[in-house]
């Protein structure tokens, strides 16, 4: 059994992408106790699965190395993945939650030496490349995955393949009984940083997402792009791996729109701008983009990338939101509607659309475990009613990594607070 030792001096961290290891790290670097809580088999989330931020066009790796060397050097810190916050009663100094842990099978004696991986036959579609590749019954999530733990997938327990991966560990480190566990641990304070997740491609019908393969989303094009993704960097279209050197980003798809999301999701803009200088990075001056927008958002220091990257002759901006996406004999995709600058209608085949989907809460309104106000959004609102309970990140609104950071800080704050009071009234 997992053990975990928790007081209402404590203070619960439900996620753990970067709003959820920033809140848990600047609490528990002022010496508070903090249980952080994961419901992916490893820290990160989102971050981990970018290729590049914007507008510096770095790489995530520096900063998640040390986020990941902050949380091994912290005492004050109890991560849990593989966890899910199932129940939560009391109020502000006085909570307890349930935290329902689903088994990895494997224990703390892996190396990461991937042995069980090659003795493991099955395949299922990856979910941290968006289903763009395959990955083993038994595997490391990605290749700076914290904790460094593999995992088996519980499709193969009581087959013929997890006994393979049990016989091939000479560290002994899988573990066939493992089991589902529940927690009941008290807290004092609670930040719900469970982040976001894309919009349902699948939902905007006429943009063809689920009828054409080369319709894909802006999070499987950051994948593409990333020389450790499931094509090794290389642009290319999924049906039929030709290099998409003609391509066309379609702004707020879903967002800002009374069928779909009706708020901005903010990063989308700079997204596709960034995504663009991949295309130019892959084909230099054979690449072709088409961005078409309603509004570009690239306010403040972001205005210099935009102006950057619009100055380039291969990137074509059309003020416009397109009607509809079809496909030729060929598999090209066909991109249609007017543009309202000059107002000339177009039909603009490509090798491959980008669908910039917007932002959504990864928890429903329905799902949590205890009552928070909520926006008409979905996102929790800041509210005296909540007690306790702070959003940090894209919990609270859709935000870039940068202002993810910001408020996860602002959320360890508050929680501090409570569980300051909570001391001096035991004093």
């Known amino acids: 059994m997992t053990a975990v030792v928790a007081t209402n001096e404590t203070i619960l961290v439900v996620g753990g992408g970067i709003s ?44 998640l190395e040390i986020n990941q060397r902050r949380t091994k050097q912290n005492p004050n810190l109890t ?23 689903a088994p990895r099978y494997v224990n703390e004696r892996c190396t990461a030496c991937g042995d069980c991986a090659t003795a493991v036959e099955a395949e299922f579609a990856d979910e941290y490349n968006y289903g763009l590749s ?16 593999y995992v088996l997938d519980p499709a193969i ?51 063809g997402y689920d009828r054409f393969p080369n ?27 030709k290099e998409a050197k003609k391509i066309a980003f379609i702004q707020c798809a879903g967002s800002r729109d009374r069928n779909h999301l009706l708020h901005c999701s903010r990063i989308c803009c700079m997204a596709s701008l ?71 209608r177009y039909a603009e085949p490509h090798d491959l659309v980008v669908l ?8 429903k309104k329905d799902a949590f475990p205890i009552s928070v106000q909520i926006n008409r959004e979905g996102f929790i609102e800041a509210a005296p009613e909540n007690g306790g309970i702070f959003a940090a990140g894209c919990a609270a609104d859709a935000l870039d990594v940068n202002r993810s950071a910001q408020h996860a800080t602002g959320a360890a704050l508050r929680a501090i607070q409570v569980i300051n009071r909570v001391a001096r009234a035991e004093v």
């Not at 939560?88 to 939650?97: E, I, K």
């Not at 719900?192 to 894309?198: F, Y």
């Not at 094009?221 to 499931?230: H, K, Q, S, T, Y």
């Not at 072709?288 to 690239?298: A, F, G, K, P, Q």
Request: glycine share 8%; proline share 5%; with cysteine.
């Open 215 to 241: 319709v894909i989303t802006s999070v499987e094009f950051e994948r593409l792009a990333d020389v450790n993704g499931p094509t090794g960097g290389k642009i290319v279209r999924p049906s039929d791996g």
């Open 79 to 101: 991560i849990l993945t593989l966890a899910e916050v199932t129940g939560l009663t009391g109020s502000a100094g006085a909570y307890t939650a349930t935290i329902t842990l």
């Open 274 to 344: 960034k995504q663009a200088t991949y295309v130019l990075d892959a084909f230099a001056e054979q690449a072709e983009v088409n961005v078409y927008y309603i509004d570009l958002r690239s306010i403040d220091r972001f205005e210099d990338f935009y102006n950057k990257v619009r100055a380039n002759q291969n990137i074509k901006f059309i003020k416009s939101k397109p009607s509809s996406v079809v496909a030729d004999k060929d598999g090209n995709p066909i991109v249609h509607g007017v543009d309202t600058e000059g107002y000339n």
């Open 157 to 207: 327990i009581g087959t013929a393949d997890a006994e393979k991966a049990k016989a091939a560990c000479k560290y002994d480190a899988i573990d066939l009984e493992m089991r589902e566990e529940t927690l009941e641990l008290r807290c004092g304070a609670v930040i719900w940083a469970t982040g976001w997740q894309p919009y349902d491609a699948a939902k905007i019908q006429p943009y």
């Open 134 to 149: 395959k990955r083993k019954g038994a595997y490391l999530p990605h290749r700076m995955a914290h904790p460094a733990r």
């Open 20 to 63: 959820g290891m920033t809140a848990a790290l600047e609490a528990a670097e002022t010496g508070k106790q903090v249980v952080l809580v994961e419901q992916r088999s490893y820290l990160g989330g989102r971050v981990t699965q970018l290729y590049k931020y914007f507008p510096k066009l770095c790489f995530p790796t520096c900063g």
């Open 356 to 363: 910039a989907v917007g932002m959504e809460p990864a928890v």
